[in-house]
């Protein structure tokens, strides 16, 4: 059993940046892929970026990319997601979640947190 909590999360005005971060209670060697997914108001949660635990290709949802970092520190299993020129359109809870499938589709996904709410104002 993996827990996995995020913290971070925090009202920030439009432009700025946020570092988002993810404990993992225990490293998920049978898991191999750590993943960000966003749900804002009234919609489907959505992919926003993944990794490996054991090493890099990151892949991001179109939107990401060039704005955000998803990066994870494996020593302390932790993974971060830094969000930059952050607009409205950002605004949502953001969870981390870690799979076997190297894949957006949030099915991939078995454990899960408990989110962490992002709100960027004007």
């Known amino acids: 059993q993996v827990q996995l909590t995020e913290s971070g999360g925090r009202s920030v005005q439009v432009g700025g940046s946020l570092r988002l971060s993810c404990a993992a209670s225990a490293r998920p060697f049978s898991r191999s892929v750590l993943a960000w997914f966003r749900q804002a108001p009234g919609k489907e949660r959505e992919f926003v970026a993944l990794?490996?635990?054991?090493?890099?290709?990151?892949f991001y949802a179109d939107f990401a990319k060039g704005r955000f970092i998803i990066s994870r520190d494996n020593p302390t299993n932790m993974l971060y997601l830094q969000m930059n020129s952050l607009t409205a359109e950002d605004t949502a809870v953001y969870y981390c979640?870690?799979?076997?499938?190297?894949?957006?589709?949030?099915?991939?996904?078995?454990?899960w947190g408990q989110g962490t709410q992002v709100t960027v104002t004007s």
């Open positions: 979640a870690t799979g076997t499938q190297y894949a957006s589709d949030l099915r991939a996904y078995d454990y």
């Open positions: 990794t490996r635990w054991r090493a890099g290709s990151e």
